[in-house]
């Protein structure tokens, strides 16, 4: 009977740690998901472009894991899936003013050539009008 109680405890001492496992691993998969994130936005040149917004993100995931490690899933899920979002807008940022930038050193580029264009035809209808007179000269 002794053997049947200590059994039991045991049984129900695993499913508890068990059921806290399971608990947890929504967390660990959102803050897993942020960090994974992050690495994105750092490559994306978030570092430069959007550090306040990967300082956020990456202070949410802090508080994230300290909240997991304290046991408190709901808040640590929560804190993980802001900085997920956080991480997110750093990299679509930083991505859209890397778009950005080269769109006007395109756009500079275009001006340039259109610049250099103008004066192309500028020197040919020079060219054209000095021959035009050398050609009614010798008439």
């Not at 750092?42 to 997991?68: K, M």
């Not at 993980?80 to 950005?100: C, I, N, V, W």
């Not at 004066?119 to 000095?130: D, G, L, M």
């Amino acid at each position: 009977m002794l053997r049947g109680i200590a059994l039991t405890i045991v049984s129900i001492a695993l499913a508890i740690s068990l059921q806290s496992c399971a608990a947890k691993g929504p967390a660990s998969a959102v803050i897993s998901e942020a960090r994974i994130e992050i690495s994105l936005a750092r490559r994306a040149g978030a570092e430069e472009l959007a550090p306040g917004e990967l300082d956020e993100a990456r202070d949410l995931i802090s508080q994230a894991e300290s909240a997991l490690a304290d046991g408190e899933i709901e808040r640590a899920t929560h804190l993980a899936e802001m900085a997920l979002l956080k991480a997110r807008y750093a990299r679509l940022k930083a991505s859209y003013k890397r778009a950005r930038e080269e769109l006007e050193r395109e756009r500079a580029e275009l001006e340039a050539l259109r610049a250099e264009l103008g004066a192309v035809r500028k020197a040919r209808e020079e060219a054209e009008a000095e021959l035009k007179r050398i050609e009614e000269g010798e008439e």
